[in-house]
């Protein structure tokens, strides 16, 4: 029998963290085929696995790439990971749904304003389907925008007009098949959102059987109300909650996951609560004095009245200048910095929780540099699973493929089953590991060998191949009979 490919003689991880198993996987078209021993099988591409895992393409739980999709097609930053599908929109910014205007008020996360011209989702997977990627793309809606969208000042809460012209819109980009809700509750644009106003949109994505995930209120000296709130909000509105890059930032803060893992647990036995985190003990975002207290090293990453910073730390540029932090931080904004802020027994305590997915929260494009755009996976893979031995690599690469989409409702994806998506990442589990550093952050992972999105090669040993399968998935209100997945919706135990 004879296939489009066929790789051979590889360890495949099936991303359900079932163990691992030696099987041959066939390809057709956009999906797999067969898994098992085909060594009478032919196909016109022959990859050899031997000594490599096969398993299901990496999903991204938590991107920013909703621009960086269009304007680097190739997406060499998650390819080279092994990462086949990206969720985008998170923490309250979206591409969409946002009418062409002159100036946003957000830009700063997502890149050039040019990009900003989809007055609804269905016009942003429009523009994929005809300028494809190389990643496939799954896309929530943020509050941010829809704030900037319908109301005038954003330094307040909602009026009830307003939030029913929101829920309007939300509704409208639900139905064009948004993944869920997002917020940014720590952001200007939508921090005056008082918890009524959150809830009331949150509740869409309830009734439509999607999503809310939360970049919540606070993560330094206000993070327990932060999370009780975000917790609260799933609880009031119906809606499964995904707490974004969970994390607690400060001295205060260290060892808070003795708390906080046990808060989710709780709220898990009555409703569904999951969260994301990315591999690193380290937060990037703008200069900000409000955020160089908490950080016990901050790195700057950008600045422009001193671009000639960039890649300093600022203590030492602080002990130049003979002021003190807070005064050197004001000279430098406005700019990019990366604040060491978290304690590194709680991130690891976060990644080896079981209902935590691996995101990146890597920002593309702009001028916060920050290695978690580019190492994420492979870090979680060679340096959490195989140096420190936190976990097999049946589970962290379930917590990147089949937990993410389970509790995302991706379907025929994140698992490698006979008539799934031909989404596949081949990697030796020897090798694997990031490169990517806080002063060299944009270099590519080892270790990933190939990379197939909709059975198109899209990566193979060290270099992007050029081609560009993938697609949006706007989320389905129904699963097509054919699918193998008919997923069941999502209980409390399986979210
Ligand atoms: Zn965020």
Redesign the pocket.
Known sequence: MQHDILIRHGQVIDGTGAKRFQADLAVDGDRITAIGNLASHRGRTEIDATGCIVAPGFIDAHAHDDIALLAEPDMPSKVSQGCTTVVVG??GFSAAPLTPRASYPLDFLLGDESYYRFPRLADYFAALEQTPAAVNSAALVGHSVLRVECMKELDRPASESEIAAMAQRLKEALADGGLGFST?LEYPSNKAADTREVAALARLAGEAGAVFTT?ARNYDHHFREALTEAIEIGRMAEVPVVL??HQGDGPENIGHTAWSLPMIDEARLSQKVGLDVYPYNAAATIIDPAFVISASRILISSSQPHPEMAGRELDDIAAEWGVDRDTAALRLIPGGAIYFCQDEADVQRILAYPPTMIGS?GLPGGEINHPRLWGSFPRVLGHYSRELGLFDLETAIHKMTGLTANRFGIIDRGKLAAGAFADVTVFDPATVIDRATFTAPSEPSLGIRFVLVNGALVWRDGHATGARPGRPLPRRASVPSQSLSAPQPLSIANF
């Open positions: 998170n923490c940014g970049h974004s890059h929260d």
